[in-house]
């Protein structure tokens, strides 16, 4: 299955120009969160961040996407700068666009999320290979990451 691209406000936490392509033959591993879910905030966004350091490169892109589907006035973008900085989080993190009138952002409807935490990971050939709602056991997770990374040596 084709991944979608993301559907974003803007990018924050993220070196000026920073974009994130399906197709740009890295590997893309997207933790789906919302600042105000404690599944994110005490599972979800440590794992992400164990992720960035030991997969963040060229070849893998960590990225967190800020899907807001409750709570929206409470969950503007200053706030979310707020969080990053607070919680120290060394990823790039996009949000997730939302039409007037709607609960469901646009990259979480294009994916069929059912809430957060989720994870989607997209392979170099712009393939989903992965699309999780809830926690991921880590040592799984780095084994399937793992399989993706060398599947450029085997090719």
Same mark, same amino acid.
């Given at each position: 299955?084709?991944?979608?691209?993301?559907?974003?406000?803007?990018w924050?936490?993220?070196?000026?120009?920073?974009?994130?392509?399906?197709?740009?033959?890295?590997?893309?591993?997207?933790?789906?969160?919302?600042?105000?879910?404690? %599944?994110?905030?005490?599972?979800?966004?440590?794992?992400?961040?164990? +992720?960035?350091?030991?997969?963040? =490169?060229? @070849?893998?892109?960590?990225?967190?996407?800020? =899907?807001?589907?409750?709570? #929206?006035?409470?969950?503007?973008? #200053?706030?979310?700068k707020?969080?990053? =900085?607070?919680?120290?989080?060394?990823?790039?993190?996009?949000? @997730?666009?939302? +039409?007037? %009138?709607?609960?469901?952002?646009?990259?979480?409807?294009?994916y069929?999320?059912? %809430?957060?935490?989720?994870?989607?990971?997209? @392979?170099? @050939? %712009?393939?989903?290979?992965?699309?999780?709602?809830?926690?991921?056991?880590?040592e799984?997770?780095?084994?399937?990451?793992?399989?993706?990374?060398?599947?450029?040596?085997?090719?």
């Amino acid at each position: 299955m084709k991944a979608k691209e993301l559907v974003i406000d803007k990018w924050v936490n993220a070196p000026e120009g920073f974009e994130l392509k399906v197709k740009d033959s890295s590997i893309k591993i997207i933790h789906v969160f919302q600042m105000l879910c404690p %599944g994110c905030v005490y599972k979800g966004i440590p794992q992400t961040q164990e +992720l960035y350091s030991k997969f963040n =490169s060229d @070849d893998v892109k960590v990225v967190g996407l800020h =899907s807001v589907f409750e709570n #929206h006035e409470a969950m503007q973008p #200053h706030a979310l700068k707020v969080f990053i =900085s607070e919680w120290r989080l060394p990823f790039p993190v996009a949000i @997730d666009k939302r +039409l007037e %009138g709607e609960w469901m952002p646009e990259t979480m409807k294009a994916y069929q999320l059912e %809430g957060t935490p989720s994870l989607i990971i997209i @392979d170099r @050939d %712009g393939s989903l290979k992965l699309k999780h709602f809830g926690l991921i056991d880590q040592e799984k997770l780095e084994i399937f990451i793992n399989e993706l990374i060398n599947n450029k040596k085997v090719g």
